[in-house]
């Protein structure tokens, strides 16, 4: 049985359709503070509550063979402006996931961690031995978590595996949020016929990963027997600049972006993009999604919600 905390937000929901679709047991651990009841299929069992929560927490994870860990606050700007709340989910919810966990005896892990760990470094692309330097309380308080997984495997014997995400893309991504992803903010704007805004010059480039792929990869990361105590980058293998971005989503389109430029944000990293080689190595993970088919789907998909709404 599977519990998936934070299972009613963007690549939560995709996990938990995946694993209803194949017929497994799954239960979803949501406070529902971003998450959306619209995002999950029938068949999981939903539980309302927060990660802080630790005695939920354990009554959720009873009987559960594998757990993964999505619910987070996940914007560096966010972060930059309320540190303690995100270290309050981030970390000691975290924590808390953890202590559950190997309380009523879960057999593994899967932590969502985050490329966000690595900062800004001339490493590219970057490979798991890259030093880490966080540039925002919300790349601190990942990296935390992955250090208290890999403590809790040295110690208490229980089975993690922590995967950094990179740039993660796809349908159910919520445009609305003020620290919202570029890509349904980009889409967004489009769409309603608004110039979208770049922060900076629009060269720093990001390694785009397509939702479906970084499903394959938390079910990866469950399965192989070589994985426990792992981190592993989870990435799409290609970088590309905002400004790529925003030509490619413009031809999508089939008009002109003319986007708005406005300073650079704190916290962002200018270069980011992943070696994937362990994770091809251990995992058995490659990207099967190609960017520009990826950038298409999600963006059919958002002119779809569009026109029903």
């Not at 239960?27 to 929560?53: H, K, Q, W, Y």
């Not at 559960?64 to 996940?74: E, G, K, L, P, R």
């Not at 996931?97 to 899967?110: C, P, S």
């Amino acid at each position: 049985m599977n519990v998936v905390t934070g299972g009613a937000g963007f690549i939560g929901s995709h996990l938990v359709e995946s694993l209803v679709d194949a017929g497994e047991e799954v239960r979803v651990f949501d406070n529902f503070s971003t998450g959306r009841m619209e995002n999950l299929v029938p068949g999981a069992v939903v539980i309302d509550a927060d990660i802080r929560d630790r005695k939920a927490l354990e009554s959720a994870l009873e009987g559960a063979d594998y757990v993964f860990h999505h619910a987070a606050q996940v914007s560096a700007p966010g972060s930059v402006e309320d540190p303690l709340t995100n270290d309050e989910i981030n970390v000691r919810g975290t924590l808390n996931v953890l202590l559950a966990a190997n309380e009523v005896g879960v057999k593994r892990v899967v932590l969502a961690s985050s490329c966000a760990v690595y900062g800004d470094t001339d490493r590219l692309p970057i490979s798991e031995d890259t030093p880490t330097l966080p540039l925002s309380p919300y790349a601190a308080s990942k990296l935390a978590g992955e250090v208290y997984a890999g403590m809790f495997h040295r110690l208490y014997g229980l089975e993690t595996v922590c995967l950094r995400y990179f740039n993660v893309f796809g349908p159910r991504q919520d445009p609305k949020s003020q620290y919202a992803a570029a890509i349904p903010i980009f889409i967004t704007a489009l769409l309603e016929g608004r110039r979208p805004t770049i922060y900076g010059d629009g060269e720093q480039t990001r390694d785009f990963v397509y939702v479906g792929d970084v499903v394959r990869a938390n079910l990866l990361a469950r399965d192989s027997p070589s994985a426990v105590g792992g981190v592993f980058n989870v990435s799409g293998g290609k970088r590309i600049s905002v400004n790529e971005l925003i030509g490619m989503l413009g031809h999508i389109a089939g008009k002109d972006p003319n986007p708005v430029h406005a300073s650079e944000r704190p916290g962002d990293v200018r270069h980011s993009g992943g070696d994937g080689a362990l994770a091809r190595r251990v995992l058995g993970f490659a990207p099967q999604v190609p960017f520009e088919e990826g950038l298409r789907r999600t963006f059919e998909w958002f002119a779809a919600q569009m026109l029903g709404s």
